[in-house]
């Protein structure tokens, strides 16, 4: 978890509305790229009969019809995927304080 302190306190009330309303916003472009990047592996996944991670785990280009260019298609979108979610994981796991720093010596 990571948390947010926000200085000077006397500005917090104003500046934290900005700041949560732009996480939250982006919170909400990585679910949306999260749902269109599970829509491109559908395809891949319903032609092969095997999940994403099944494929990523045991499957190389010579078992695709498509070979190197559907393999590099499928584990990128799936590697994408993989991304956003870390992101998405991220932002959520932050919260915010306001209470002032202790100043290094």
């Given at each position: 978890m990571a948390t947010l302190y926000l200085d000077p306190i006397e500005e917090t009330s104003q500046l934290l509305p900005l700041i949560q309303t732009a996480i939250q916003n982006e919170i909400n472009r990585l679910e949306l790229a999260i749902k269109i990047a599970h829509k491109r592996l559908i395809p891949f996944e319903k032609k092969y009969n095997v999940t994403s991670e099944k494929?990523?785990?045991?499957?190389?280009?010579?078992?695709?019809?498509?070979?190197?260019?559907?393999?590099?298609?499928?584990?990128?979108?799936?590697?994408?995927?993989?991304?956003?979610?870390?992101?998405?994981?991220?932002?959520?796991?932050?919260?915010?304080?306001?209470?002032k720093l202790p100043q290094p010596n």
């Open positions: 494929f990523i785990a045991d499957m190389a280009a010579e078992d695709l019809d498509g070979g190197d260019n559907e393999y590099i298609h499928w584990a990128g979108e799936f590697k994408l995927k993989e991304r956003l979610h870390l992101k998405l994981n991220q932002l959520r796991t932050i919260t915010y304080a306001s209470a």
